[in-house]
């Protein structure tokens, strides 16, 4: 069955520290994304990727980098931690066709104080 | 742009009641937009219930059905008789916008809770 396996599956970090929120798929997709959920947002893009050593900026890529060493993981990395970027992060993977299914992660409660 | 709407932001039905939970789409990008419903089961990811990629079909699964509305741009989930096991986060989307990667839009969710 597909899996995507997110960690942590919460944290809670320092303002001005750096947190590294890491995807791991066995689908053997070639997409792989990261979403963050706020209260009273929907699921918005940070990052995809379409092959591993490249990524992509989705819609709100500022204050975030994306890496995907291999096809199978796909890491969400925050320099400098703030607190707008308390959210819930989720990763997913799919492949990548249009009509295709996205299978996500379990997510990651991030509270930044 | 390209938005998707979902107005009740929590639902509460009686075990064996109907439900409907609604969803509008705009866009202006997307020449033939698909119509997703996503369920989030607790401590679970999301995972799709059903989709629809043609305007006036519908769509069914579980015992949920959605028809695509083009005319009111509109993709409501309905079910006749809920279940306990129902209770989950319903999320209708709209894709893929912006070239390749089957980009998807999320409404923001809605938290449905059955009551037995």
């Known amino acids: 069955e597909a899996a995507v396996t997110q960690s942590p599956r919460s944290k809670v970090a320092v303002t001005g520290g750096k947190v590294t929120l890491s995807c791991h798929q066995t689908n053997n997709h070639d997409y792989m994304y990261w979403y963050r959920q706020d209260t009273g947002h929907g699921l918005r893009l940070i990052h995809y990727s379409y092959v591993a050593d490249s990524t992509e900026k989705g819609d709100i890529p500022d204050g975030y980098k994306a890496s995907r060493p291999s096809q199978e993981n796909f890491s969400l990395i925050l320099e400098l931690a703030s607190l707008s970027q308390t959210a819930v992060y989720f990763c997913a993977s799919s492949d990548g066709g249009s009509q295709n299914t996205l299978y996500f992660g379990a997510g990651t409660r991030l509270s930044v104080l | 742009g390209d938005s998707v709407t979902q107005t009740e932001g929590q639902v509460t039905v009686s075990e064996s009641k109907s439900l409907i939970i609604n969803c509008t789409y705009s866009t202006t990008s997307i020449a033939y937009p698909n119509l997703f419903w996503y369920v989030r089961y607790p401590g679970e990811g999301l995972q799709l219930l059903l989709k629809?990629?043609?305007?006036?079909q519908k769509g069914s699964s579980r015992g949920f059905e959605a028809t695509y509305n083009k005319e009111t741009t509109s993709f409501h989930l309905q079910k006749a008789s809920v279940q306990e096991s129902d209770s989950a986060v319903y999320y209708c989307?709209?894709?893929?916008?912006?070239?390749?990667?089957?980009?998807?839009?999320f409404g923001t969710g809605t938290l449905l809770s059955v009551k037995p």
């Open positions: 629809v990629i043609t305007a006036g």
């Open positions: 989307a709209l894709g893929p916008y912006g070239g390749s990667g089957n980009k998807l839009i």
